[in-house]
């Protein structure tokens, strides 16, 4: 949980800290705890999914290289995030995002056209 408060925003910090302060206690009395709860787990969902497919992308470009096991490292903790979001998902039945196959491609296509115009700017220039 601590990355994900490292990278957040304030009220996201304060969201992120009250999702999981109610996941320890299980204490989803009222409804809207038990929304905020959704809300909170939905988009860490999604976040840890965007981060799959962009890995994903990155690997389909770099998986060959130098840099490939170091992007493989990263994407497998990623992966295992996400499986942890997928479980508390089930366990709190909460509805996951609607935008996950929009996830897919974009996160896909975000990761893979970084590092094809990273790999186009490291390129010397052969005009003359």
Do not use: C
Not at 24 to 53: F, P
Not at 68 to 77: F, K, N
């Amino acid at each position: 949980m601590e990355r994900v408060v490292a990278r957040s925003g304030p009220l996201l910090v304060r969201g992120a800290v009250l999702g999981w302060q109610l996941l320890q206690r299980r204490a989803l009395g009222s409804r809207a705890q038990r929304q905020l709860l959704g809300r909170i787990l939905r988009v860490d969902q999604a976040g840890e999914y965007g981060a799959i497919r962009i890995y994903a992308g990155q690997m389909s470009v770099l998986g060959g290289t130098a840099a490939g096991p170091l992007i493989q490292q990263m994407w497998d903790q990623e992966k295992e995030h996400l499986q942890k979001f997928n479980e508390l998902i089930v366990d709190h039945r909460v509805r996951p995002t609607l935008l996950m196959p929009i996830w897919n491609v974009a996160g896909f296509m975000l990761g893979r056209s970084i590092i094809e115009r990273m790999v186009q700017f490291d390129k010397p220039d052969t005009t003359p």
